[in-house]
């Protein structure tokens, strides 16, 4: 089934821009309706560097242009932005190069003195403020070097950022702040319009991601650019609290267009719920903690609208809603329907969701648009297990999900995952094997 505003693999960019503008609040919003549709598709001073939290996992550091180089002596230090530049970003981090030392403090002040919160990058190479800087506002920044014998070397630079811009990419972040999450639930960052592959390096470096207990992972393009995904090599520990930065308010995203605003959201992962839906035998084998609870008979898409094999995740939950195809199929055999329990899968409208209609076909034979149709009471207590960024699995028919057709980062192999970052990534973090 689709609904008026199905998203195909064609119309995937355009059709997302208005939900784009839903989740400018950092949440999930509902998503537009889709069914069983065609895979087209703390006030800070002097900080010192030595206390100060890095930035989560992921980041890395390319000060901004301009270096002030300080006057010869045994810690030799210069800092970006360069004194007296004007028309800076908002987003710029406090950069600096150091010999015959190490940094040791680091402070950002307004025009009116008041201090500026902000962090050290991971790889000690630049400060970044905790949100992003005023416009056209002049700024101080002070930075400390100090050698082992404990003489030491400040730079001073002072720079005015620039107006507001004329022109804005829109962002998203699909995730709700302290909510709980599926083991499979990759940390989804939109972008409207894309950016381009030239563009992607300098706005990866600001995406920054803390995961407790530690799993690094690495984020992954789509081919388009209006989505980048993160995950680690295999499916979050159960229990992992995750900390996401999206920092890009005011930050050059190509085009002359600018971050709209930055994002952020902490959340966490929930037990392990794995579903795995095989064509051949008509069931779906139902896994929690590692342990099969219930194996449940399926009808999949008709061999004319056949269900897409690859892995998903849950990305929205309706405990009621209407399916309406009357737009997307041809004269006569579009309808409008009531549903129960629907799960979406993609973005081209595959669900998994009750149909009572086909419980006679379910485990025999496939007889639906798409959808991974089940019956009622099936159908609830699975409503009432998962959660969004539970895995789903489905093998054995006759159509591939199409990349970015949904959250589809774990259809891929890490090896070909990693590909998609515009960053390198770490070779003994690219050599994992994977999740399977």
Not at 133 to 145: G, H, I, M, R
Not at 265 to 286: E, L
Not at 328 to 346: C, F, K, N, W
Not at 368 to 381: I, M, Q, T, Y
Request: aromatic fraction near 6%; hydrophobic fraction near 35%; charge should be positive.
């Amino acid at each position: 089934m689709a609904a008026r505003n199905v998203r195909t693999g064609q119309r995937m960019v355009s059709t997302r821009r208005s939900l784009l503008a839903i989740v400018t609040l950092v949440v999930v919003a509902p998503l537009a309706l889709a069914a069983c549709g065609d895979d087209d598709s703390e006030a800070a001073g002097a900080a010192p560097v030595a206390s100060s939290a890095a930035p989560a996992a992921g980041a890395s550091a390319v000060p901004e242009s301009g270096a002030v180089s300080s006057a010869p002596g045994a810690v030799e230090l210069s800092v970006t932005p360069g004194s007296g530049k004007k028309g800076v970003p908002v987003s710029a981090e406090i950069g600096f190069t150091v010999s015959g030392g190490k940094v040791t403090t680091v402070s950002l002040k307004d025009d009116k003195g008041k201090a500026v919160a902000g962090e050290l990058r991971e790889d000690g190479s630049a400060w970044v403020p905790r949100s992003p800087l005023k416009n056209s506002q002049s700024y101080e920044a002070s930075v400390t070097a100090t050698d082992a014998a404990g003489a030491s070397k400040t730079q001073t630079t002072r720079f005015t950022t620039m107006a507001k811009p004329a022109k804005k990419t829109g962002t998203g972040l699909y995730l709700f702040d302290e909510h709980t999450y599926g083991v499979a639930m990759p940390i989804v960052v939109e972008f409207s319009p894309g950016i381009k592959k030239k563009d992607r390096a300098a706005v990866q470096k600001r995406l920054f991601v803390k995961s407790e207990p530690a799993q690094p992972g690495t984020w992954s393009w789509t081919e388009a650019g209006t989505q980048v995904y993160y995950r680690p090599p295999t499916f979050w520990k159960s229990g992992t609290k995750l900390d996401v930065r999206i920092a890009v308010g005011g930050l050059p995203a190509g085009g002359g267009r600018y971050g709209d605003q930055d994002r952020s959201a902490s959340a966490k992962i929930g037990r392990s719920f794995v579903m795995k839906v095989d064509n051949k035998s008509k069931k779906m084998t139902v896994v929690e903690n590692g342990k099969t609870v219930r194996t449940l008979p399926v009808s999949l898409g008709s061999p004319k609208n056949p269900s897409s094999s690859g892995t998903m995740v849950v990305m929205e939950k309706k405990a009621a809603t209407v399916f309406d195809t009357l737009d997307e199929m041809p004269p006569g055999e579009g309808y409008v329907t009531d549903i129960e329990y629907a799960q979406r899968l993609t973005w081209s409208g595959q669900y998994i969701h009750s149909a009572p209609w086909s419980v006679g076909s379910q485990g025999r034979r496939n007889v639906s648009h798409g959808c991974v149709n089940v019956s009622p009471s099936n159908a609830r207590w699975l409503f009432d297990k998962t959660l969004v960024g539970d895995p789903v699995t489905v093998r054995g028919t006759e159509d591939k999900l199409a990349y970015g057709n949904g959250w589809t980062p774990w259809d891929l192999s890490w090896k070909e995952f990693v590909k998609g970052s515009a960053l390198p990534v770490p070779a003994e973090l690219a050599a994992q094997a994977g999740q399977a």
